[in-house]
């Protein structure tokens, strides 16, 4: 197995055994549910209180730029948490990294349902995936021609891979504290 094989593989295995698993049955109102008031979601255009909104569709994603981040700040949906592992995580860097031009988030069509979002995952994932097991050993060890950093490409790959499984590890968290909502006997997801 080549390095990019090994370096795709550990988050492909997370993929395939534990992420990818626990967002079957999601269902539109788990996607946009908000365990305490003041989420960060996705919403409606024109509907969010946040800073500031992101997307190009009819739906957008609240957030503000670092200086306006409120202090503590705010807990983050299901869909705001997909939407951030499909267009930070990985749409920016399959677009810088594998197709050669930047990626406008403003101009990206946020998913309306679960089912849309969880399309736009598996597509951008399979990007992700696929162009990491074609980087050669040279192209791992130096810094990418795209984007804003310029640490070698192994590091980006494995920063990937560990925001993938960090942010995917809060979504299934709160799969679980949906199912456990107010004491209740969890229903099968």
């Not at 996705?42 to 009819?58: L, Q």
């Not at 309306?112 to 598996?122: C, F, I, R, S």
């Not at 050993?137 to 192994?154: S, Y």
């Amino acid at each position: 197995m080549t390095r990019s094989e090994r370096l795709a593989e550990q988050l492909d295995w997370y993929w395939r055994k534990n992420l990818r698993p626990r967002l079957e049955g999601l269902t539109d109102e788990e996607y946009f549910w908000e365990p305490v008031g003041g989420c960060w979601n996705i919403r409606p255009r024109g509907t969010s209180a946040a800073p500031m909104s992101d997307g190009s569709g009819e739906w957008t994603l609240d957030y503000a730029s670092p200086d306006l981040v409120p202090e503590p700040a705010p807990v983050t949906t299901i869909a705001w948490r997909l939407g951030h592992i499909i267009v930070s995580c990985l749409a920016y860097r399959v677009e810088w990294y594998f197709g050669g031009r930047d990626f406008d988030s403003e101009a990206f069509a946020y998913a309306g349902t679960a089912d849309e979002a969880l399309k736009q995952l598996d597509e951008m994932y399979g990007r992700w995936n696929a162009g990491v097991r074609e980087l050669s050993d040279a192209d791992l060890e130096n810094p990418p021609a795209m984007g804003p950093e310029r640490f070698p490409m192994e590091n980006r790959v494995l920063h990937v891979n560990r925001e993938l499984i960090h942010h995917g590890a809060e979504i299934s968290l709160l799969r679980d504290l949906y199912r456990w909502q107010d004491g209740a006997v969890p229903r099968r997801i």
